[in-house]
């Protein structure tokens, strides 16, 4: 492709590939978008894969409240896991005693 060897410049911004456009263009392969370019010395028109800023944010927004709902499972069960370990504690405790 002209573009990884000459300047450019962007003739259509990123946008979604149609249905038609993913069949035909190959450049809509790796991530669903693309952009038109314009090859400044040879003068050409070509398509190149590109990512969205609204795709990357959704992605970034869906990672984040993944994580902070693995965060609040594993919180509850270190919880979990404190209350348990203090009843086994107090009950070592009051065997103890009794055994006094």
Same mark, same amino acid.
């Given at each position: $492709? %002209?573009?990884?060897? #000459?300047?450019?410049?962007?003739?259509? !911004?990123?946008?979604? %590939? /149609? /249905?038609?456009?993913?069949? *035909?263009?190959?450049?809509?392969? $790796? *991530?669903?978008?693309? !952009?038109?370019?314009?090859? +400044? *010395?040879?003068?050409?028109? #070509?398509?190149?894969? %590109?990512?969205?800023?609204?795709? !990357?944010?959704? &992605?970034?927004? @869906?990672?984040?409240? *993944?994580?902070?709902?693995? +965060? =609040?499972?594993? =919180?509850?069960?270190?919880?979990?896991?404190?209350?348990?370990?203090?009843?086994?504690?107090? !009950?070592?405790? @009051?065997?103890? &005693? #009794?055994? &006094?």
């Amino acid at each position: $492709p %002209c573009w990884r060897v #000459e300047d450019f410049v962007v003739a259509q !911004e990123c946008a979604r %590939c /149609s /249905s038609f456009q993913a069949k *035909t263009i190959a450049a809509c392969n $790796p *991530t669903g978008f693309i !952009e038109k370019i314009n090859c +400044a *010395t040879s003068n050409r028109d #070509e398509f190149k894969s %590109c990512r969205s800023a609204v795709m !990357e944010a959704h &992605i970034f927004w @869906r990672f984040v409240g *993944t994580m902070m709902c693995v +965060a =609040a499972v594993f =919180a509850v069960l270190v919880v979990c896991r404190q209350r348990v370990l203090d009843r086994k504690a107090l !009950e070592k405790v @009051r065997k103890q &005693i #009794e055994s &006094i």
